[in-house]
């Protein structure tokens, strides 16, 4: 990958050629977040045909050693495009590329969002957000979500995103990508997850509709500032599938803990019904309880990965190994979700 | 553990090499990061994966499997042969374990794929049997796991502080 200093290079000589005009690139930081793409940030100076321009910007990078790599920068690009200006909190995006020649892997620049990300790891028996902030955001959250099921894909560019998916096909699609995914990054045999995907493959069920589906949609993945919602991020997973996987998704142990708050957000019943009144959805209980055991073995395959990756000295980021060291946690959750125990 | 102990080691070493003691500007506390180094570089050698847990999994996974047979005896179709492991040879060390372990642990995935292509075949009850005895040996080993491992620090992870 590219160092700093290339970074900037690149920068410059990418943006001048967009723009048609010299761009001072100053200010480039590489954020911690995220275990796949590599996110920096940014603060671009140029003059257009409206005046001097200066933008703080965000450059997100597929690494061609990361972990779901190859990447492909179009259907992150192409979300976020189609969403703006919807009731959808996105990033405004400016311009992506596929080819390698610019900084040797997949990219995509979007305007900075103000804001922080909040996480939904804190200590046992701690919550995220206090009452007075958890309600609103709970609130902003699933109405969000709601927005993004809602969206009218058909028609645009996000066609490409799930070709030829029906309400019938939704779920197999998915338990055959993530179980093609197992097998490509396993190193060693594991039977509970064997036994688990034999119980996803005999408990799919029918989408009530086909949906823009985010794929990680959670407390951790969204930027607020002063208890607003400022944008949704994060939108590597992104698909045509249904709708419930998010909702499954949401709902995982991983990011709650022990609290009765989903995501540390809201409650399990409050968020089914407020996201049926937003969203027109009808919210089949079994169903999420099949995505959220669905959801425990995909982020479960994930870790898989990272080990993987690591181990093949393709990313030496070390948080992919302690990614790894905490996988019997979630085998057992992915038996727990099953067996109605979490 | 995911990760081969060899690799985690490699993986240490190099992060405190390249990325960690250059960016620590206290000297004090570099001398100190190099003493860690010192010290992971002379460990790396001289340990391995503690056999005891590992001789145990083998263990019950070959009674495990003892019992799948019996489960499965004139069975039709017949389930996949049994593992060329029987027993668990003495004075072997987990370098040779682990890959027992593993071959004893394909085996049992071969054996809840055939209980579930053939679940109406068996008689009634028998696939479910055998994979609650499968579930039943996994997830005790997965407690005991989860039991060794302290909680994570994913939020420390993911925000660097």
């Known amino acids: ?342 | 553990m995911t990760n081969s102990l060899e690799r985690i080691f490699d993986g240490i070493i190099d992060a405190l090499q390249s990325s960690v003691i250059p960016a620590i500007e206290d000297e004090s506390a570099r001398s100190q990061a190099y003493g860690v180094l010192d010290m992971l570089r002379n460990l790396k050698p001289r340990v391995e994966w503690s056999l005891g847990p590992l001789h145990d999994d083998v263990s019950q996974q070959l009674t495990l499997i003892a019992r799948i047979a019996a489960l499965t005896e004139r069975v039709t179709p017949a389930p996949p042969a049994g593992p060329v492991d029987a027993a668990l040879p003495p004075r072997l060390t987990s370098a040779e374990v682990e890959p027992m372990r593993d071959r004893l642990d394909e085996y049992l995935c071969e054996v809840l794929r055939w209980a579930d292509e053939n679940r109406s075949r068996l008689p009634d009850g028998r696939a479910e049997e055998i994979e609650a005895a499968i579930r039943d040996q996994q997830r005790a080993r997965l407690r005991r796991e989860v039991k060794l491992t302290a909680p994570p620090l994913f939020g420390e992870i993911s925000r660097g502080q």
């Open chain 1, 1 to 342: 990958m590219l160092d700093g200093d290339a970074v900037t290079r690149s920068l410059a000589g990418f943006l001048r050629r967009q723009t048609g005009s010299d761009v001072a690139i100053g200010g480039l930081r590489r954020y911690t977040v995220g275990f796949s793409w590599i996110t920096y940030g940014f603060e671009a100076t140029w003059r257009d045909s409206t005046g001097p321009r200066h933008e703080k910007l965000i450059l997100r990078l597929g690494p061609p050693t990361g972990l779901f790599a190859p990447y492909r920068a179009f259907p992150q690009f192409a979300s976020l495009k189609a969403l703006e200006g919807s009731a959808v909190p996105v990033p405004r995006v400016y311009w992506y590329g596929e080819e390698l020649d610019t900084f040797a892997a997949p990219f995509f620049i979007c305007e900075k969002v103000e804001g922080e990300a909040p996480l939904p790891w804190v200590s046992e028996g701690q919550e995220a957000f206090p009452p007075a902030t958890r309600e609103p955001l709970a609130e902003q959250f699933v109405a969000a979500l709601a927005a993004i099921h809602g969206f009218q894909w058909r028609g645009t560019p996000l066609e490409r995103l799930g070709a030829g998916v029906e309400e019938s096909s939704a779920a197999s699609r998915e338990i055959t990508f993530w179980e093609e995914l197992l097998d490509r990054w396993s190193f060693r045999p594991y039977p509970m997850l064997e036994w688990a995907i034999s119980w996803l493959k005999a408990h799919r069920p029918v989408a009530p509709r086909i949906s823009l589906v985010h794929g990680d949609y959670r407390t951790g993945n969204f930027l607020e500032k002063s208890g607003r919602i400022t944008a949704i991020l994060d939108w590597e997973l992104v698909h045509l599938g249904d709708p419930l996987e998010d909702l499954g998704w949401i709902c995982m142990r991983s990011f709650r803990g022990r609290s009765p708050y989903m995501c540390h957000l809201i409650e399990r019943s409050r968020l089914y019904e407020r996201y049926q009144e937003l969203s027109g959805i009808p919210v089949d209980p079994r169903a999420v309880t099949f995505y959220e055991a669905f959801g425990t073995f995909k982020l479960a395959v994930i870790h898989v990965g990272a080990a993987r990756c690591f181990e093949d000295g393709r990313f030496k980021d070390l948080r992919m190994a302690a990614l790894g060291v905490h996988l019997p946690r979630l085998i057992m959750q992915i038996e727990g979700t099953i067996e109605g125990k979490t």
